[in-house]
């Protein structure tokens, strides 16, 4: 299809678009199943919208693209204003601080992402079969909104290798960075993992996970019409917690679980930790079609090893037990290499508009990928796993 029959429109919420229409695009593969991913599914960003934890006052600000032929909604793209970097997980706060001690300015900037989520996932949404046209009109729309605004910068961010290799080849910046996911190699058991560890990694987790269960409690995994409103109390004080102590004041607001308690527990694994009867701590996590996201943790009491136990074991359990083949944990930590999540690759997309700046950020990417492969390489060879059957 010609593009020039492509007719771009831009949202400024998703309450411009029928769910039915945006999620033809986001999760295609839902009609018969759940999506790869809940992340860009209309109902996850519009309750994000609807709760007020982007928007107005936030720094976020919805500017979603959708492609248009004869009418028929054939792509999409979360799109939003950034007055800040942060909530984004793709760092690219030493980016504004030079271009800005250069005398331009960095933000306002437009950014394709899911807020406050580093988790990979199409970021072009196409109806199948028009992935090509699609990503060449999102792109292009993206880039003259940009230019026209006189705006320094548009991000991709945790997009797939297979958008970052079509957006190198539309002109696009590529970053790579790296996270740790844990894989199931069709382990029938929690100890058949274990059993491919080496023999003192192997122990260091047993000795984990015996000392989280000395707690004095319990620990139930939760998801549907399982999960309570209450649970959710809860947990908003554990998420509190945490983000007071992180980044100063949570990204999401209350209002937002109230609006995953309505739309999607079905999404949802929430793993809570309770004692005498009341939660202590828990893990948030989402469900997708063969993998498991762990997002936000909390605890308002402190115990040795509960931590591991409610993110990284739990979530183990649940993905061999339900027949996921991963489970990705979020951004950063190498702490979580001794606990079987190795490091891979993730992937980011920018077009920078001042020349000189866009050739210096070039370069420092196309270093800069190298050493990530090269620490990716490190990091693997020093994991948990056995190297042979005769160095355990």
């Given at each position: 299809m010609d593009q020039t029959a492509i007719?771009?429109?831009?949202?400024?919420?998703?309450?411009?678009?029928?769910?039915a229409d945006w999620d033809a695009c986001a999760c295609p593969e839902a009609a018969v199943g759940r999506p790869r991913d809940p992340f860009t599914t209309h109902r996850f960003l519009a309750a994000l919208e609807r709760s007020g934890s982007v928007g107005a006052g936030t720094g976020w600000q919805p500017h979603h693209l959708v492609a248009r032929v004869d009418g028929e909604v054939i792509a999409a793209m979360p799109l939003y204003a950034k007055s800040h970097s942060q909530g984004e997980y793709i760092f690219d706060h030493g980016w504004a601080d030079a271009l800005e001690r250069a005398g331009g300015r960095y933000y306002p900037k437009l950014q394709s992402a899911v807020p406050f989520t580093p988790v990979t996932g199409r970021r072009y949404l196409t109806r199948p079969g028009w992935e090509v046209a699609g990503r060449a009109a999102l792109t292009q729309a993206m880039v003259q909104i940009a230019a026209d605004n006189a705006l320094s910068s548009a991000h991709v961010t945790f997009c797939t290798a297979e958008e970052a290799e079509a957006g190198r080849a539309m002109g696009l910046l590529h970053r790579v960075t790296q996270q740790f996911h844990w894989e199931n190699r069709g382990y029938a058991g929690f100890e058949a993992f274990l059993g491919q560890l080496s023999s003192r990694k192997r122990k260091a987790i047993r000795r984990e996970r015996a000392g989280?269960?000395?707690?004095?409690?319990?620990?139930?995994r939760l998801s549907g019409a399982a999960i309570r409103p209450e649970h959710w109390e809860a947990f908003w004080a554990f998420y509190q917690?945490?983000?007071?102590?992180?980044?100063?004041?949570?990204?999401?607001?209350?209002?937002?679980?109230?609006e995953i308690h309505e739309t999607m527990c079905d999404d949802v694994l929430l793993i809570?930790?309770?004692?005498?009867?009341?939660?202590?701590?828990?893990?948030?996590?989402?469900?997708?079609?063969?993998?498991?996201?762990?997002?936000?943790?909390?605890?308002?009491?402190?115990?040795?090893f509960l931590h591991f136990e409610c993110c990284y074991y739990q979530a183990i359990d649940h993905a061999i037990a339900h027949g996921l083949s991963r489970v990705e944990a979020g951004a950063q930590g190498e702490h979580k290499l001794a606990r079987g999540y190795l490091p891979v690759e993730t992937h980011s997309l920018h077009w920078i508009a001042e020349p000189s700046f866009r050739a210096a950020i070039a370069r420092y990417l196309e270093a800069d990928r190298h050493a990530v492969g090269s620490e990716i390489a490190v990091l693997t060879d020093y994991g948990p796993f056995r190297k042979t059957e005769s160095g355990d």
């Open positions: 007719e771009i429109t831009v949202l400024s919420g998703l309450g411009d678009i029928a769910a989280a269960a000395a707690f004095g409690g319990t620990i139930r917690d945490t983000g007071s102590r992180k980044w100063g004041r949570p990204y999401l607001t209350r209002e937002f679980f109230d809570l930790a309770e004692r005498d009867g009341r939660p202590v701590a828990g893990a948030l996590n989402f469900l997708g079609s063969d993998t498991l996201y762990g997002r936000y943790w909390g605890a308002l009491e402190d115990h040795p």
